[in-house]
């Protein structure tokens, strides 16, 4: 793929890429929940919302 053919997303991505190849370190403290959810994508991202949403809702149920 061309570099002026990227779109901001696939960039962002290239130089977060780079930046781990020359500082693999780095990712140690910087890594926050936008990368986590980066990696998992949207669909991930929504069922583990989900999942967490339902987890709360049977731990109310039954320790409550």
């Known amino acids: ?33 936008q990368d986590m959810i980066g990696d998992i994508g949207w669909k991930g991202a929504g069922i583990l919302i989900l999942l967490i949403i339902l987890f709360s809702i049977i731990y109310l149920a039954f320790f409550s």
């Open 1 to 33: 793929m061309k570099k002026d053919k990227e779109t901001p997303g696939e960039k962002r991505e290239r130089l977060r890429q780079e930046e781990l190849k020359r500082n693999p370190a780095g990712s140690i403290h910087g890594a926050g929940l």
